[in-house]
C-alpha cells in the first residue's frame, strides 16, 4: 500500500502540472502513454514493440492520435486519416503472407483492435484537452471517485458479486456506489466549476460515464485473464502498467464527447 501511494503521489506530480499547462507537452506525453499502453497490449501476444508488426502498429497508432487541428496537412496532401489506417492494415497482412504465416490473420487483427483500443481513448484524451482543461479534470475526477467509491463501499457493504468470472473481487454493491461517489462529484463541478451543461444531462451523463469507466476496467482484467497476467506491465511500481492505470479512460473519454459534454 505504501509503495502504490508513493508512485500515485509522484506520477500525480509530473501528470497534472502537464495536463493543466496543455500545448506540445501534453501531446508528447500521451504519445508516449499511448505507445507504452500499446506494447503492453502486444506483449500479451508475444508481439514485440520492437518488431515489423509492432512497428506498423505504432505508426497505425501514431496516425490515429493526430490531433484534429493537425489533420489539414493530410488533407492537403489528398488523403485521410482513415485512408492511411487502412494502408498500415493492408501491410500488417502482407507481412503475413511474407512471414509465411508465422504471423497470422490472428496476430494482425489482435494488433488492429489494440491500435484502436488504445488509440481512441488516447486521441479523445487530446481531444477534451483541447476543449479545456476542466473537462479532463472532471472526467479524471468522476472516474477515480467511481474506483474509489467502488472499492470503499464494496469492502464495506459489498456482498453479491459483480461479474466473478472476470474480477472475483468486484461487487454489485460497489459498482453502485461507484456510480454514486461519481455522480456527487459531478454535483460539486456543476455548483463550483462551468461545464455549460444542464443539471439532468450531466447527471444522467455522469451516471453512463461512471458505468462505462468500470465497464472499461473489466475490459482490460477480461484480457489480461485471457493471457494469464496479473498486470499489463511494471513501470508503475505497486500499480501495474500503463493499462492498469487508464483502463477506464480509454471508455470514458470517447464517450464524454459521444454524451456531448465536450462539444
Not at 495536463?19 to 506494447?39: E, H, K, N, R, S
Request: hydrophobic letters at 55%; a positive charge; one cysteine or more.
Amino acid at each position: 500500500m505504501k509503495q502504490r501511494i508513493v508512485t500515485a503521489v509522484i506520477a500525480a506530480a509530473a501528470f497534472l502540472p502537464i495536463v493543466l499547462y496543455g500545448g506540445w507537452p501534453f501531446v508528447l506525453l500521451t504519445y508516449l502513454m499511448a505507445v507504452i499502453g500499446l506494447g503492453e497490449a502486444l506483449r500479451m501476444k508475444k508481439i514485440p514493440l520492437l518488431s515489423a508488426p509492432g512497428t506498423l502498429s505504432v505508426l497505425m497508432l501514431f496516425v490515429l492520435l493526430i490531433p484534429e487541428r493537425y489533420t489539414k496537412a493530410i488533407v492537403q496532401a489528398g488523403y485521410d486519416k482513415l485512408q492511411l489506417i487502412l494502408l498500415m492494415v493492408l501491410l500488417l497482412l502482407v507481412y503475413m503472407v511474407v512471414s509465411k504465416n508465422r504471423f497470422t490473420f490472428e496476430d494482425a487483427g489482435f494488433c488492429t483492435l489494440s491500435v484502436l483500443y488504445v488509440g481512441f481513448g488516447f486521441h479523445y484524451f487530446m481531444e477534451t484537452r483541447e476543449a479545456g482543461a476542466l473537462f479532463v479534470f472532471f472526467a479524471l475526477f468522476i472516474t477515480w471517485a467511481t474506483d474509489s467509491g467502488a472499492y470503499f463501499i464494496g469492502r464495506s457493504f459489498g456482498r453479491n458479486k459483480l461479474w466473478p468470472e472476470i474480477s472475483p473481487k468486484k461487487t454489485i454493491e460497489g459498482s453502485l456506489g461507484g456510480i454514486l461517489s461519481a455522480v456527487l462529484i459531478a454535483l460539486l463541478f456543476f455548483f463550483f466549476a462551468d461545464l455549460q451543461t444542464e443539471l439532468p444531462q450531466l447527471l444522467l451523463a455522469t451516471a453512463v460515464l461512471s458505468v462505462a469507466g468500470q465497464i472499461g476496467d473489466l475490459a482490460e482484467s477480461a484480457l489480461k485473464r485471457h493471457f494469464h497476467i496479473k498486470d499489463s506491465g511494471a513501470i508503475l511500481p505497486g500499480h501495474g502498467g500503463i493499462l492498469d492505470r487508464v483502463d477506464s479512460w480509454l471508455f470514458v473519454f470517447p464517450l464524454i464527447h459521444i454524451l456531448q459534454i465536450v462539444n
